[in-house]
T-cell receptor, first 118, second 113 residues
């Protein structure tokens, strides 16, 4: 069964702290894609990153980094030196290649609300 | 500018009064979907469309209808809205297959009284 679990419902940190958002997924497909989206207080969904199942390289983009580990079915997201503007709900999502080709389905986790205090 | 446009952004209405949420994309994407977002449930797919005149049910289609008469437009229709359809709705589009990220509209917050 396909599933995405974000066990952390809410995280609060003080500015400049590092924070890691956890994402664990379940899939039977060998080809799949993982995504992170940010939902700021204004409500829109902002695409952050896509990673395919054949590429386990970690990625860094400025203060953001992602750690993909197939062995533990995890795709964790770390914000270094957090800022108030990072306050948002963050969603991890899974797209299985075969199913998404026929259904366009993106399977979302329940989201983690990050609050960064000054 | 590449975008997915939803209207209205906010709507408060009453049970049983038909409403339509419009969605339009300017990226020539084949795939379009509607999702609803509810607290503690994340986003769930309502309907999707693979191309013009090709639509099908997602995970939570009850009480909704869609149509895809043109590639750019994918309206969501609530024929007889009920309070349990109070939610935040997102339209999304993408190009091609699973490798491409979905582009989301800014969301429509519906309140059904």
């Amino acid at each position: 069964a396909q599933k995405v679990t974000q066990a952390q419902t809410e995280i609060s940190v003080v500015e400049k702290e590092d924070v890691t958002l956890d994402c664990v997924y379940e899939t039977r497909d060998t080809t799949y894609y993982l995504f992170w989206y940010k939902q700021p207080p204004s409500g829109e969904l902002v695409f952050l990153i896509r990673r395919n199942s054949f590429d386990e390289q970690n990625e860094i983009s400025g203060r953001y980094s992602w750690n993909f580990q197939k062995s533990t079915s995890s795709f964790n997201f770390t914000i270094t030196a957090s800022q108030v503007v990072d306050s948002a709900v963050y969603f991890c999502a899974l797209s299985e290649a075969e199913i998404s080709y026929n259904t366009d389905k993106l399977i979302f986790g329940t989201g983690t609300r990050l609050q960064v205090f000054p | 500018e590449a975008q997915v446009t939803q209207n209205p952004r906010y709507l408060i209405t009453v049970t049983g009064k038909k409403l339509t949420v419009t969605c339009s994309q300017n990226m020539n994407h084949e795939y379009m979907s509607w999702y609803r977002q509810d607290p503690g449930l994340g986003l769930r797919q309502i309907y999707y469309s693979m191309n013009v005149e090709v639509t099908d049910k997602g995970d939570v289609p009850e009480g909704y209808k869609v149509s895809r008469k043109e590639k750019r437009n994918f309206p969501l229709i609530l024929e007889s809205p009920s309070p349990n359809q109070t939610s935040l709705y997102f339209c999304a589009s993408r190009l091609g297959q699973g490798a491409q990220p979905q582009h989301f509209g800014d969301g429509t917050r519906l309140s059904i009284l």
